[in-house]
């Protein structure tokens, strides 16, 4: 019979820790400028969309323009493995880090339906995606850089 013999766990460096805190923050502060669209979509279907539509409609079309970030999920994150392999996972993990944040703040700059049109919802669409794809790609990338 044989013993298995395990090594034993090497404690945390301060630079592991470091580092995984980093990645924890960025994925936090990334989720939370993901999902904070749920919370504003009442204001955001009032501000984008014609204000003949009926409020319902309005609101099923924030919450699906809502819904496409989560559809750019899986596409984001083939995209950013694939330059995470040929540009190194760091790079990538801070550009999905400001693929986020960039669509945020346009978002809550961008001109309105009232002054633009309907460009403000196919805008608003645009940004949700790469909002999506970065989300997608941030996750496995912070996963594999810790």
Same mark, same amino acid.
């Given at each position: $019979?044989?013993?298995?013999?395990?090594?034993?766990?090497?404690?945390? +460096?301060?630079?592991?820790?470091?580092?995984?805190?980093?990645?924890?923050?960025?994925?936090?502060?990334?989720?939370?400028?993901?999902?904070?669209?749920?919370?504003?979509?009442? *204001?955001? +279907?009032?501000?984008?969309?014609?204000?003949? $539509?009926?409020?319902?409609? @309005?609101?099923?079309?924030?919450?699906?323009?809502?819904?496409?970030?989560?559809?750019? @999920?899986?596409?984001?994150?083939?995209?950013?493995?694939?330059?995470?392999? @040929?540009?190194? %996972?760091?790079?990538?993990? +801070?550009? +999905?880090?400001? $693929? $986020?944040?960039?669509?945020?703040?346009?978002?809550?700059?961008?001109? *309105?339906?009232?002054?633009?049109?309907?460009?403000?919802?196919?805008?608003?669409?645009?940004? %949700?995606?790469?909002?999506?794809?970065?989300?997608?790609?941030?996750?496995?990338?912070?996963?594999?850089?810790?």
């Amino acid at each position: $019979m044989t013993a298995n013999v395990h090594p034993a766990p090497q404690p945390f +460096s301060k630079a592991d820790y470091k580092t995984l805190s980093l990645a924890a923050l960025g994925g936090a502060l990334e989720i939370y400028d993901f999902i904070i669209f749920v919370f504003f979509a009442l *204001t955001l +279907s009032q501000l984008f969309f014609p204000p003949d $539509m009926p409020e319902w409609l @309005r609101l099923l079309q924030s919450f699906g323009i809502f819904v496409t970030g989560y559809l750019a @999920r899986p596409l984001g994150g083939i995209l950013m493995a694939h330059f995470a392999d @040929r540009l190194g %996972r760091k790079k990538v993990f +801070s550009l +999905s880090i400001l $693929m $986020m944040a960039l669509p945020c703040l346009l978002i809550g700059i961008m001109p *309105t339906y009232a002054q633009i049109g309907y460009w403000a919802p196919l805008v608003l669409l645009v940004l %949700r995606i790469l909002q999506g794809a970065a989300v997608g790609g941030e996750v496995p990338s912070a996963w594999v850089f810790v």
